[in-house]
């Protein structure tokens, strides 16, 4: 029986809250004091628990999937504890790769990234404020950047690589030239102020309905949605309040930016969230507790929906939608039009998971939420019980059957509707819960004691398993199958804490414990426990004022049993009636160690019982020693109810108490307090003596099996294993240098050993006691689960490719390797085998992998905008139009698409605003819209004024930019110029004339630096793609996308955003190919999409591709592109083959061409000679 090296974590201390994640392959790790647990989020078992750290872990976080589409890579994992030290762990090999430092400074934040080249590179956040970016798998430090004011967390912008902003309590820090080649600079510091002295823009209402929306801004929400960023001028760190609805600005838990909308960021107190407007520096939105409402602990913002996780303080999940505020029409905008309509918005509660009861012993420690499909949820309290609870509609529970199989939804996207589509995004008739889909439990709280169940043998390997008990000081014992990890039992026998434990068989056992081991009386307690049943049964009450229970042993036969006290005399049970035999007379010795001779086991019995342990109708004799406190050695012998003394003798070698003892064939070893160990050869009447130097001998175990010659011992300061044979130490593990300190120790397997450490776990390990983590793959538990990345590579490339559609057997694909995945999952499957592109998408979800998420949404909405306009290019020529089905129409065709062109562009509005940069431009220019008009709804003049305006301008939206030109404080430095700007705004489009003067001024404005001047002049006269054009001729790449979005044509658009991918996306020196994926597939440019997959050698991701293509009419084989596609044919038909999967590579190499034909005929000759 193979027993793997593996830690089984405990409780949780104070210093792991908060240190919980999620991975994008579906495991979920938490620190436990030292140790790291990962868990199983299908099966909820433990996988393992990663072993490195002395000190309490703080932060942890997961490495993000960044490998190319069917291919796999190690999981890596990074951990930081209070010493100071990050440790990278290798988690698939089971071992610590990297252990980082500087100067001991304590880690207060955490993140293993990836840029878009896929590059991995950890940041950590060190006391005060120190900076560190490190190449993880070097352990290179690569640079270091020091800040003026103490820093708490960081967050990076989930849509710039060169943006991040640090927590400070008081105030926020952005950095905005972030990169991982050089240190970045101070950044700018805004202060976190009430705003509550400021007044709206002073202007005059053009109608009452203005008036009334200009004075509900200050009342619909309290007054700490007046949250605003000011300078250290402007304002200080911390207000003083008046009243307890104020909020305390610096009692701020956390600061995250938002992961569905740019440029804002989500702050997070423990009675209010605040969505604050980073353009505006104001806050935009506000999520406000009751006071009898339990705070917030942790925040989740989701990415693939406008919608967030909210842990409690009580254990309450609350699942918050965002929601739209209903408002009046405002000046400027016409009624129906995006500008004329409020965008004031909130986050709505939909539903709570059921709260927990919370004690001194138990509180809520972290929230995590699955990043690949944001349906559940997982929290974690401190008694290391975590939680899973899985978001579903109320209907898919209530319309299945009692046999049916439940619809399996594949993420939140396919639960809510986008914030961008203009509906709600919960339908009305539709309703949300949670459901509770997991439990897993660990250890109970330490110090612990353990014992293993008696040894594999000829006589029980039919029904042997391999059980560790394991005590706490609550009085549970728990039960774990090493070979397996799961926990079998998990009982409270006693209600004092746990001191011993003895196997009275395979399947039952006998514990005591007592409340004060110091003193010489106290309440003992004895039970005896039935693991199957999970029955206790306490057969021996406790008397008052008697003796505490200093150890049970019961003979190896299981017949009798001994109870010694510490100042009592020691009684005789009889094991199979549980009923006392034999009580010592008051004179008998003191007992300090005690043993059962191993010999019994030579007798002839009559049978075998169902417990794998021989028993017979006669008495049978069985023999024991034991120690007394003057070092004598006493020896009994125990038949039925009659024990009788057969010598006493001096113990040889001992110069002190005895301790431990151990006894083997022929051989007792002894264990005294002054570390000294005697052999003592029974046969031969030898003895010889060492001393070891290592503190009082607290345990002696002899290993299982006949031949083995192994020795646990512990001491008061070391773990020995030594070898009886040639008396040499084989391993040793000194505490706490090594470890913390070990407070019991047995024999796990013939070659592990089970220690339990203090600091609150059990460990297995092997006999040199170096290996506390095993390969990944090696845990048979794992064969229950799913999740690809818990198998060996060559199995997770079958799950991958077997879960991704098989063309080339739609009717019964190969599904070996799926045999694990849920019944709704493989129905799921199996429904979407018709439409490949929801086929791919569900693949995705479930491998976990975000940019293959991201693609294939994408593409399915761009397959639907395709389809749709295929029409109107149905007879241009495929190679005219270069693959993108962006082409100009006659005005005929615009025409007559006009009028459908309403309904159609709401069909297909279905990407969510964290994907707005690749939606349609009427969209993403609706989307645009509603911003500016929140803006300027909650800006207070300024600059914030003006930038508003600016945005109109470039937005087409002139009145609405004239109006707030005119609000220029007569005072103001900038009053004249902002009221020529309106001037010229409202003369220029009446005046053809003036065209060539403001393309001329614009010119000259750009040549003499004032690039953003120019670019609206040139906006105003309709010469956008020339402004795009100086945009990105002067490197200003995004703002010559949004401009190109907002202001023209899919055509000229297409043309910004292809010259956006080739000189700057796939240059050397950016290398952001997915990103460039992603913009050619929002062109249309679909052979584009093949040639860049092509380039990443992402073959699975482009062959599934070109077969969604093929099945919506979207692309056709010609001379042109011929080339690429069997290219990609025969790569892909390559990994089949490699994978053994030959129907797929005949497949594929049949459509690849000449090189193709030449790969079959090479199959064949290989088949063949095989």
Known sequence: MKIAARVFPGTLVSQNKGALIWGDHGLIAYAANTTVAVVDSTTMQHVTALHSHRSPITKICWAPSSIPVGDVDDLFLASADTSGFIIIFNVTAGKAKQKLSESNKVVNALELFHTKNSELYLLSLH????????????????????????????SRDPFSEDCIVLNGGGFVQFVKDFSCSQAPSDGTRFFLSSNSSAEPPLSSPSSSSEKNRVTSMFFDFPRRSRLMLSDRSSSKAQISVEDDNQLQLSNLLSVKYHCTRRNTLVLVYTQDILILDLDIKQTISVVSLERSTCPFVEVYPCRYRDAMYCLHDNGTVVFRIRKLINGTAEAGGSEGSVAGKSSEFGYESHCSSDGMRITKSQKVYGLAVCPATEMKAAVVTSEGKLLVWELSPVSRHINAGVNAVPQYIASISELLNPSTSGQSMLPEEEKLSFFLTGVSNSLSQGPFVIRMCPPLTTKNFHIYQPYLAVGSVKGTIQIFDIQTGHMVRDESVLSCQVRGIEWASLHSLVAHGCENLNGNTGKSEIAFVNIKTGNVTNFRPSKPDEGV????????????????????????????????????????????????????????????????????????????????????????????????????????????????????????????????????????????????????????????????????????????????????????LSFPKAIGRVSDADWAASDKIALSIADGYVAITDVSMQHFMTYLHALPELSESYLPCVYPASQQLLINY???????????????????????????????????????????????????????????????????????????????????????????????????????????????????????????????????????????????????????????????????????????????????????????????????????????????????????????????????????????????????????????????????????????????????????????????????????????????????????????????????????????????????????????????????KQCLVEMQLSSSSN
């Open 127 to 154: 006391q005060p404020a120190l900076l560190i970016l490190w190449n993880p798998k070097s352990g290179e430090q690569i640079w270091k950047k020091s800040f003026s004011e103490s820093l708490s967390s960081f």
């Open 549 to 732: 229970v200093q150890m049970i042993r019961i003979s190896h036969m299981k017949h009798y049993m001994v109870i010694v006290f510490k100042n009592k005399p020691m009684e005789l049970w009889e094991m199979k009636t549980l009923t006392l035999l034999r009580e010592m007379p008051s004179n008998f010795p003191t007992v300090t160690s005690l043993e059962w001779s191993p010999s019994s086991f030579k007798k002839k019995l009559t049978t075998d019982d169902n417990e794998g342990y021989s028993s017979s109708h006669s008495m049978v004799k069985e023999h024991f020693v034991f120690t007394d406190n003057t070092c004598l050695l006493h020896h009994y012998t125990v038949e039925g109810s009659l024990i009788k003394d057969g010598s006493t003798i001096g113990a040889q070698g001992v110069s002190g108490t005895v301790t431990a003892m151990g006894w083997k064939n022929e051989l007792l070893c002894l264990g005294d307090v002054n570390s000294n160990i005697t052999f003592w050869n029974l046969r031969h009447k030898k003895t010889s003596n060492w001393a070891m130097g290592k503190g009082m001998v607290r345990k002696i175990r002899f290993a299982p099996g006949k031949e083995n010659s192994k020795i646990l011992m512990l001491f008061n300061e070391e773990v020995q294993v030594y070898d009886r044979v040639t008396y040499m130490t084989i391993s040793s």
């Open 802 to 1156: 077997q879960l991704y559609p098989q063309p080339w057997s739609v009717d019964s694909p190969e599904q070996s390797q799926l045999v694990n995945f849920p019944d709704n999952i493989k129905k799921s499957l199996q429904l979407s085998a018709s439409n490949n592109t929801q086929h791919c998408l569900l693949a995705s979800h479930l491998c976990g992998n975000r940019f293959a998420i991201d693609f294939w949404t994408i593409a399915s909405h761009y397959m639907k905008v395709l389809k749709n306009r295929q029409s109107g290019n149905a007879g241009k020529n495929a190679d005219d139009s270069k693959g993108n089905l962006f082409v100009p129409s006659t005005a005929e065709e615009e025409l007559t698409k006009n009028s459908d062109s309403t309904s159609a562009h709401k069909a297909f509005a279905s990407l969510e605003s964290s994907l707005e940069i690749f939606s349609t431009n009427k969209t993403f220019k609706e989307n645009e819209l509603s911003r500016v008009t929140l803006q300027e709804l909650k800006n207070y003049g300024g600059e914030a004024r003006l930038d508003c305006a600016r945005r109109y301008i470039l937005l087409g939206e002139y009145d609405r930019a004239v109006h707030l030109l005119l609000q220029s404080e007569s005072d103001s430095s900038s009053s004249y110029t902002d009221s020529l700007r309106a001037c010229l705004l409202a003369t220029v489009r009446t005046s053809g004339a003036s065209q060539s003067t403001l393309k001329l001024v614009a010119t000259s404005l750009i040549a003499h630096g004032k690039l953003a001047e120019g670019v609206e002049l040139l906006c105003l006269i309709d010469k956008s793609l020339d402004a795009c054009r100086y945009l990105q001729s002067y490197g200003h790449w995004d703002e010559a996308v949004w401009l190109s979005k907002v202001t023209l044509p899919d055509v000229d658009s297409a043309e910004v955003i292809s010259r956006w991918i080739n000189d700057y996306l796939t240059s050397p020196s950016v290398n952001q190919k997915k990103q460039a994926v992603l913009a050619a597939l929002s062109t249309g440019d679909l052979m584009k999409v093949v040639e860049l997959l092509y380039g990443m050698q992402c073959f699975s991701l482009a062959a599934n591709f070109i077969e969604a293509c093929f099945q919506e009419g979207l692309l056709a084989v010609t001379k042109k592109n011929s080339p690429t596609i069997e290219a990609v044919y025969l790569q892909y038909g390559r990994l089949l083959n490699d994978a053994d999967m030959d129907n797929g590579a005949i497949y594929c190499w049949g459509k690849a061409g000449e090189q193709g």
